[in-house]
Structure formats: C-alpha cells, structure tokens
C-alpha cells in the first residue's frame, strides 16, 4: 500500500484532480439512498462496518472486495480470478490497478485527519507532504569568542576550526562595515555559526549595544549587514541639592558621570562650574532612558535642565537640531567657551602686574592658568583657523587661533599639539594636551583672550551669544518649551515634598 500512496503522491496535480473529481461524483451516486436502499436499513447484516473496505463497481472496471485482513484479502483475490479464467500476468495487472484505484478514491475524499466511513482517523492517507521549517531550514549550532590580548580575526577562526580562505571570504564579504572586523578589540565578543558540515555559515560581532555586524553564508558567498535594534526612551528626572560639591550632588541625585559632564556643558558659558558654586545650589534634570526589547541600557540625552546659581536661576531646552536654547529661544551655546580645559583650579588669575616665578620681575599677567594634570585635552573655545601651532622657549608647545570680528585665543605650554597651522578648527575640538613646556613650573595651560589685539580677562570679557532658535521654528519650540518647563517644575515640586518629608 505504501507503493500505492507513492505511485499516487508522484502523479502530476491535474490527474490527481481528475481521480479526486470523478471519486467524489461515483461516491455521492452510492450514497444517494434509493428505495431498495431505504427498504435495506432495517437489515443490519448488511450495514457498513466502520474499519472495513467494501468493493465498489465502477462501469468499465471491476473491483473486488477487500477487507482489513491480508488473508482475507489474498483469499478473495485468489477466488474472484479463479472463477474468471484470467491469466496470472492479468490477475497482477488487474490487482495493481484496483489496489490504485482504491488508494487514489480514499485520498481523494479523506485528507489526513477525516474519520470517514471507511478509514479511522490513524488510517488516513496524506494528500500532500510538506517539509516543516526545522526540516526547510538547516539548524545553525553556535559558539562564542572572546578576542584576546594579540587576536585577529585569523587568529579566533583558526581556534574554531576555519582555515586562512574562510577568513579570507568573510573580510571580503558583499556589503558595509566588513573592515571593522579587521579592528577587533580585546574583550570584544564574536558568536560563530555553523552548520552541520561544520561550514561556517553566520558571524555576530556587536558593535553597540544597539548595532551589531552580521555576516552571512548566501548561495555560497558572503554577505555583510549592520542589524540595528530599536531604542525605546522613556523620560526620567533627577533634582539635587549642592551641600559639597556639584559632583557629589549629582551622583547622589542617580547621574552618571557622562550625564554630569554634559549638563555642566550646557550651563558651561554662563556658570563657571569650578568657581561659582555655592551650598545650597540646585538643579533639575529631564533626560532619556534607552531600553532594548524591554531592557534597560544606558541613558541617553539631557531634554532640559534648570540650575539655580547664587539664587540665579538658568534653564536650557534642547531641541530637535541637537543644541540646547533658553525658554524664550535664545542659545546657551555662547560663540567661546569661559575655559578650554577641564582644570583643578586657577593657579594664576589675569592681572596687570605679577611677579613672575621664574624671571623673577614684575610683569603683567595677560591670561589665566588653568591647573590640570599633564595630558587633559585642550579644546578650542570657538571657531576659527589656527594660525600658529609651534614651539620656543617661553610658550613651549603653543597654538595661537583667529576667530571672527577681530578675536584671538591663546593657548601655551601644552605637552603636544593637536592641529597644524592653516587648519579649521571647531569650538570644541581638541587643539592640544595639556604640559609644562617652555617657561613653566607645573602641568598647566596659560590661555589668552585678544580682542582687536587688546588682552581681555577670559573669565569675565562679555561672550558673543550663538545664533538663537530659527525664526521658522519658533512656535514650535514656544510649545516644547512650555512642555518642558512643566516638566522641570513637577521635578521641583517632587524635591521640595521629598525635602518636607525628611524634616
């Protein structure tokens, strides 16, 4: 019967539609009840039995009864052909084609699953077998690498069983970012697939937590691609209070280092973070929390903030372009930072007259001196185009900048300079590290502020403001910002209830 179910799964679709259609005619002519058949009911001997097969005259056809049992069957079989004088070879024929024909009528009219009146259910023959998609789809077993001290990408697959041309194939895999696999770095993760060849078919190596560079065994190339999760942000505040210092209030408050860095950048051109603060100082925070697939990975950008300064309150919105504006739309981004460096202290202030510690004399002081360890990176502190970047024995390593409406910076006694002379540079780009070069007894950075070649103090000389919000975009901002300030004052009121709890 398994030849049979074979013979008729092979058949093409239009003769299998051909038997299933003329199956289903011949067998609503038997069941239509007739008058004999209705006379017939009350003859139990001869109602069908469920589990057995019963012969079916088709015209031009004559097919024999069979019943469940082989031996009944072969008994049946073996009489029917003896009354009918047929030859062995036509008795072979004739059994193939109605053990056929029977196997194509039931497959027909009872799917896989139908009880019908002949068939129980674990008897049905299937109409058609589909491969499941663990039997479509070869099943990939993985492993993981840790790239080591002197790794390469040779090196790990080489570890795994892969020779130098697997290799080969993958840096020069279709698609973008392949090179990055060529700048692993220690600590960093790789997740290997392979079939059960051993092929290598699949290579995982996150580049984020968000990223991750997927390379892939396609018709025997392969191909690269960056797969990049979807970040949830949820918003999130936080609100202090200074007792010590702003940077313990704030880890107090749940910020992370990153977060205080930047909050005290955007309030960085009108509150000197080293020098102004004060006990009793507070801020409020609005900032994002990303999540992946529901779990939490990091924080993201400050929305707005408020700082009360000496009972001076400052608060900054951040739109859509990425800058941060006041309430009313103007740029806390003034056109040059108050301090280029991130320093300890002040250890000389602008003054007309100093006495200096190595030339021993009086002379004027025309900058300030920023306190720093040797190495802390020097920014510029606006836009501009270096017009010396050298050295000699007063200034040491020095970079001197050109900025607009008649402004120049100085920046000396840096351990390495950072730019070369004619270059652009951007407020914020790092120019140099700082040192003590040239005439200098300590790490500092000595930085000058020239306004039509007249020293100014760069700690009080009045800032040019940054352009304010585009004018096409401020009703839109008017309404973020009303947003906004809501939100920092909920965070007020929550740390004054908080506050009244305590006391």
């Given at each position: 019967m398994n030849n049979i179910k074979n013979l008729y799964l092979e058949l093409p679709k239009k003769h299998k539609v051909i038997i299933?259609?003329?199956?289903?005619?011949?067998?609503?002519?038997?069941?239509?009840?007739?008058?004999?058949?209705?006379?017939?009911?009350?003859?139990?001997?001869?109602?069908?039995?469920?589990?057995?097969?019963?012969?079916?005259?088709?015209?031009?056809?004559?097919?024999?009864?069979?019943?469940?049992?082989?031996?009944?069957?072969?008994?049946?079989?073996?009489?029917?052909?003896?009354?009918?004088?047929?030859?062995?070879?036509?008795?072979?024929?004739?059994?193939?084609?109605?053990?056929?024909?029977?196997?194509?009528?039931t497959a027909a009219l009872y799917p896989v699953g139908s009880l019908g009146p002949f068939l129980p259910q674990e008897q049905a023959l299937p109409t058609e077998q589909t491969a499941t998609p663990e039997e479509q789809t070869p099943a990939v077993s993985w492993q993981t690498a840790k790239v080591r001290n002197g790794d390469s990408l040779a090196k790990i697959l080489k570890r795994a069983g892969y020779g130098a041309s697997v290799t080969h194939k993958v840096i020069n895999a279709k698609g973008k970012n392949t090179k990055l696999l060529k700048k692993i770095k220690v600590g960093d993760i790789l997740r290997l697939g392979s079939d059960n060849k051993g092929t290598l078919v699949a290579l995982e190596y996150p580049l984020s937590k968000t990223e991750t560079l997927e390379v892939a065994l396609i018709d025997e190339v392969y191909h690269a691609s960056t797969d990049i999760k979807e970040v949830e942000i949820r918003e999130a505040m936080a609100n202090g209070i200074i007792s010590s210092s702003f940077w313990h209030a704030a880890v107090d408050a749940g910020m992370n280092d990153s977060q205080i860095i930047n909050l005290a950048n955007v309030f960085g051109w009108d509150i000197d973070f080293a020098?102004?603060?004060?006990?009793?100082?507070?801020?409020?925070?609005?900032?994002?929390?990303?999540?992946?697939?529901?779990?939490?990975?990091?924080?993201?950008?400050?929305?707005?903030?408020?700082?009360?300064?000496?009972n001076e309150a400052f608060q900054a919105i951040r739109f859509k372009d990425g800058e941060y504006y006041s309430a009313d739309g103007n740029s806390m981004r003034k056109a040059f930072l108050r301090a280029p460096v991130n320093f300890k202290y002040i250890s000389s202030n602008f003054k007309r007259k100093r006495f200096h510690p190595i030339q021993k004399r009086w002379k004027s002081h025309n900058g300030t001196d920023y306190r720093a360890n040797k190495g802390t990176p020097v920014v510029a502190s606006g836009n501009g185009r270096v017009t010396h970047a050298t050295y000699n024995k007063f200034n040491g390593n020095y970079v001197f900048i050109q900025h607009g409406n008649g402004i120049v910076t100085k920046y000396l006694h840096f351990s390495k300079r950072a730019v070369k002379k004619g270059q652009r540079v951007k407020q914020g780009q790092v120019i140099g590290y700082v040192g003590s070069t040239g005439m200098s007894q300590a790490p500092h950075l000595h930085y000058e502020f020239l306004v039509n070649g007249v020293h100014r103090n760069p700690r009080t000389v009045k800032l040019p403001d940054a352009q304010p919000i585009a004018k096409k975009y401020k009703n839109e901002f008017a309404q973020l910002s009303k947003q906004r300030l809501a939100e920092l004052d909920g965070s007020k009121q929550a740390l004054l209830a908080m506050q009244a709890t305590e006391n």
């Open positions: 299933s259609s003329f199956s289903i005619i011949l067998m609503l002519v038997l069941f239509i009840p007739s008058e004999k058949a209705t006379a017939s009911r009350q003859n139990n001997a001869n109602t069908l039995q469920v589990g057995k097969r019963y012969q079916v005259n088709v015209p031009g056809q004559e097919l024999e009864l069979v019943n469940p049992a082989p031996a009944e069957k072969s008994q049946a079989n073996t009489k029917a052909m003896a009354e009918k004088n047929v030859s062995k070879q036509e008795q072979i024929a004739q059994a193939t084609d109605t053990e056929t024909q029977e196997a194509n009528t020098l102004d603060i004060r006990e009793g100082d507070s801020f409020h925070v609005v900032y994002e929390k990303q999540y992946i697939d529901g779990e939490y990975i990091g924080t993201g950008n400050i929305l707005a903030a408020e700082f009360i300064n000496q």
